[in-house]
């Protein structure tokens, strides 16, 4: 390397890599015990995805029981449950109305600020952070390791060579690459032996197939619906003893998506990785019992056809009742017992999620059997990580940015004791 191209050096305490609510609030909970850590992100600015994610509405937490509440994280409860008991939905909420944000609870459940919006929440947030002593170097994308040990990284003045006593990592997962969540660094863990379980996409949509078309919908279908929300229904995944969610989804050109269907999404997927498909039982009645619908279906129509016939008697109609015509055969359409069947649970096959950086979020990560309880990274002292890129998921409705803000805030204790143990044994 010539001399023109050597990198600038640089020595900072903390270097936390990764300006999302976990990276951030990792540098808040160190500028508390006098740390002052360095944020160094790819991007224009920092908190770029969750500035995006607040746009229609900034979903901050959820008011449910807390039983239930943790619940939401599956198998991954026994992880994430500490620490979202040390930094609850509550205590969250309590946060955001200290940076003068007032929030309330929406008629689901949900929290939100406000204003609906994320951007004041991160404008207060970040001027308490300067005051507090945080640096922040935006347009510094982080390349891994140099051979020294050094963190390489890309900055607009040229490669930055960075060495620091501890290193927090909160690099996102591998959905929504334009604004840094890429992925990028999972081949630079693996190569220091630390397991990463593979990103996939979760909170995403799906691809059909449709019997009416090769692939996805038929033209039909797709050209008249596509982008048409599908109100009032109950979905679950055959052959879960689990009951119905009860919402709505969104059809797409080639599948279906929506907030009923990111619930679910994880279990659609491993059900599609483990048997090739998964299918989706779509209640379009869930308000009538099947015993009622079936009366209603037999009752003579004279010379009305089945769409006025259903219209009147059920409430099928428009997308409902298109989608009927695309999943069940027409010998089932003239079948009473049959079609009230299909009402009530309308057959959809799923083959495929859509691609991980259309995802919400990712599933996998770094495991937790590599991390200890302050998350670090065992086979690695002084390397800590935190957010979306450990092995977790959970649907939306905010439980992902609860445990995002609870994991970094852990992280940044972690890295705090370990300073102070690690300073503790210099002295001895």
């Known amino acids: 390397m010539s001399a023109a191209s050597a990198p600038s050096r640089s020595t900072v305490r903390v270097a936390i890599i990764g300006g999302g609510p976990a990276g951030l609030m990792a540098a808040e909970t160190l500028a508390a015990a006098g740390i002052h850590a360095d944020v160094f992100d790819a991007m224009p600015s920092v908190g770029r995805k969750f500035l995006l994610a607040g746009k229609g509405g900034l979903n901050i937490t959820h008011s449910e029981a807390f039983e239930a509440f943790v619940s939401r994280y599956g198998t991954r409860r026994a992880q994430l449950e500490p620490m979202v ?63 020294d040990g050094s963190l390489a990284f ?48 979760a909170n995403c949509g799906f691809l059909v197939a449709s019997p009416r078309a090769a692939a996805g919908w038929s033209e039909h279908l797709a050209s008249r619906f596509a982008g048409q929300p599908l109100k009032s229904v109950a979905i679950r995944l055959a052959g879960d003893a689990a009951p119905p969610r009860v919402g709505e989804a969104m059809l797409t050109a080639d599948g279906i998506e929506g907030s009923l269907i990111y619930a679910l999404s994880a279990a659609i997927r491993e059900r599609i990785e483990a048997a090739g498909e ?104 002084g390397l800590f990580c935190a957010g979306e890129m450990l092995d977790w998921e959970a649907p939306t409705g905010g439980y992902l940015l609860t445990a995002c803000f609870a994991s970094g805030r852990r992280a940044g204790e972690g890295v705090r004791d370990w300073l102070a143990a690690r300073a503790e044994r210099h002295t001895i």
């Open 278 to 381: 998964a299918w989706l039982e779509i209640d379009l009645a869930p308000g009538r019992p099947l015993e009622r619908v079936l009366a209603e279906v037999a009752h003579p129509r004279g010379a009305r056809s089945l769409a006025s016939h259903l219209q009147s008697r059920v409430g099928i109609a428009g997308l409902k009742m298109a989608l009927l015509r695309e999943c069940v055969p027409s010998e089932d359409l003239a079948d009473p017992a049959r079609l009230a069947s299909a009402i009530k649970a309308l057959p959809v096959r799923l083959v495929a999620p859509r691609p991980l950086d259309e995802a919400i979020s990712s599933a996998g990560g770094v495991r937790f059997e590599e991390l200890d309880d302050g998350l670090m990274v065992k086979r690695q002292p």
């Open 85 to 147: 008991t040390a930094f609850s939905p509550q205590a969250l909420r309590d946060w955001v109305e200290a940076l003068g944000v007032t929030t309330f609870v929406g008629t689901s459940g949900r929290v939100f600020p406000a204003e609906m919006k994320a951007a004041p929440l991160m404008r207060a947030w970040l001027h308490r952070l300067r005051e507090a002593g945080v640096r922040i170097h935006a347009r510094h994308r982080w390349t891994g390791w140099n051979a």
């Open 154 to 201: 890309t900055t607009p003045a040229g490669p930055l060579a960075v060495t620091a006593d501890a290193t927090l990592l909160a690099l996102g997962g591998g959905s929504w690459a334009r604004l840094g969540s890429d992925g990028a660094w999972v081949p630079w863990l693996a190569e220091k032996g630390i397991a990463v379980a593979p990103l996939r996409p």
